[in-house]
């Protein structure tokens, strides 16, 4: 008994170092274009509180739509890492090139629809005519980076898919790096060199207009492009990803295979984009409780969502492991991969738990001096801490759940939990209360609808887990082979 607990102990501590490996760079690419976020809102804001507007606003847009993008391409990495793992190499380049293709379209539509489709949006928001102009050009300039981004996640679906995470990082920083003298320079123009260099500055750069908000939607479209280029560039010149020439041709598009991206990636694009318009709606509806409210509210979210990027960077690694183990053959393997996964960011939470429980009274006075907002954040950050369990824990389960394939019905699971449940009782409880139980709990009604539907979420996908990984290991489930 003790040298079986041992050995299991053994291989646990392998498994989970070979996901952190995997894990880590993922978390520091997170973290880098979360810090491009920053950089345009902290950069915007010092020209005017309309300039911040407007890119708030019109981020708040085009945000979901690469989010949506993202998701759907991310089809990819199972397919690719489900190949890599059966040895079928020579099957990989021409679903990368679909999903190329596929990214090309989605970045258009996209595109488009930032360009055309924006000013009816604006106006239903009622956002103030000055704030609405501003933002529709804002949008405009990220337009022209759609495509380019678009691309940039398909061929980061294939590097993740291949073991390689670590190109996401370092192109991440080159974006970033890319993204804050952008800003600067277009965002300030000449006025803001020549405050920050002084009188070298040649008459040439000194003529440059301050575009504000708008130059930060062109240094957006720049830093996605550099990224696009960068990968690229790597996946092309790179020994790294072994036997798969990307680059020597190109396959046609090929509906069946298009279809079968779709078909696994699709439902993910939609679960995501479910999951941030539920924040997404949340800010609105919480936007009427007044001032203090909405900046506890952004507060105590910005800390924890920081957080959160290493048990998200938990789950994209772990759809590669569970498609690599599936891959080979080894299906008593992947369901070992796939609970090991799960009681590793169960461990990653809990320590969430105690950075939250440590450091939350220093970092929200770091966000503001109002004693007001930061008691009222600090009580929302205790409520944070009850649904970081259940929120890493679903988040992994789903991508244990995408190396399996078996996506449709985490997107069927997110509409449940996260817009009837989570939404449906926070408006419940936070807006009109419980006849003769509770009166209207304002923010905290939110809040506890939050943890109602992440742990609603937590509960189903767990059983669904369960029932997939044991069926698949007992031979009675065939997973689809690409």
């Not at 380019?148 to 898919?161: C, E, H, I, K, M």
């Not at 396959?251 to 479910?274: D, K, N, Y």
């Not at 090991?340 to 169960?346: E, M, P, R």
């Not at 409520?383 to 992994?396: H, K, R």
Request: net charge positive.
């Amino acid at each position: 008994m003790a040298r079986s607990l041992a050995m299991l102990a053994r291989h646990s501590r392998q498994e989970s170092m070979a996901l952190l490996k995997l894990a880590m760079p993922i978390c520091g690419a997170q973290l880098a274009q979360s810090g491009m976020g920053v950089t345009d809102v902290i950069m915007s804001g010092r020209v005017s509180a309309t300039d911040l507007a407007a890119v708030s606003v019109g981020s708040s847009l085009w945000l979901p739509l690469m989010l949506f993008i993202t998701g759907t391409l991310i089809g990819l990495t199972p397919i690719v890492a489900q190949l890599l793992g059966g040895k079928r190499s020579e099957r990989i380049c021409p679903y990368v090139h679909q999903a190329l293709w596929l990214s090309i379209a989605l970045g258009i539509v996209a595109g488009l629809l930032l360009w055309f489709s924006i000013e009816p949006v604006f106006r239903l928001m009622a956002v103030p005519t000055r704030v609405m102009d501003l933002s529709t050009a804002y949008l405009a300039a990220v337009a022209f980076g759609m495509p380019g981004v678009a691309l940039y996640q398909a061929l980061r679906a294939y590097s993740d898919g291949m073991n390689h995470t670590r190109p996401t990082l370092w192109i991440s920083l080159i974006g970033l790096g890319i993204n804050v003298p952008s800003n600067y320079l277009l965002i300030y123009g000449g006025d803001g060199l020549v405050a920050l260099f002084g009188e070298i500055v040649p008459a040439g750069l000194r003529a440059l207009p301050a575009l504000g908000a708008v130059g930060c939607g062109i240094a957006t479209a720049l830093s996605m492009w550099a990224m696009c280029l960068a990968m690229l560039l790597y996946t092309k010149r790179s020994r790294a990803y072994g036997p798969v020439v990307l680059w020597q041709t190109l396959t046609r598009p090929q509906w069946s295979m298009m279809m079968e991206l779709l078909h696994i990636g699709l439902p993910i694009g939609v679960a995501i984009f479910v999951e941030v318009t539920l924040f997404t709606l949340i800010a609105l509806l919480v936007a009427s409780l007044g001032e203090i409210t909405v900046a506890a509210h952004q507060v105590a979210l910005n800390f924890t969502s920081i957080l959160f990027m290493l048990p998200l960077s938990l789950a994209m690694a772990l759809t590669v492991r569970v498609g690599n183990t599936l891959g080979a053959g080894r299906p008593e393997l992947t369901r070992f991969v796939a609970w090991n996964g799960l009681f590793v960011c169960l461990l990653i939470a809990l320590l969430n738990n105690v950075i939250l429980w440590l450091t939350a009274g220093p970092v929200v006075a770091l966000y503001t001096s109002n004693q007001q907002v930061q008691a009222l954040a600090l009580s929302l950050i205790s409520l944070a801490m009850i649904y970081q369990v259940s929120d890493s824990l679903q988040v992994n389960m789903a991508g244990a759940l995408r190396g399996y394939k078996d996506t449709r019905i985490i997107m069927a699971i997110t509409l449940l939990s996260y817009w009837l449940i989570g939404l449906g009782s926070g408006h419940l409880l936070g807006s009109i209360g419980i006849s003769g139980v509770t009166d209207a709990l304002g923010v905290y009604g939110y809040w506890i609808g939050l943890i109602a539907g992440l742990t609603v979420s937590a509960l189903l996908l767990g059983w669904r887990l369960k029932r997939i990984s044991r069926s698949v290991a007992d031979g009675t489930r065939q997973v689809p082979q690409s």
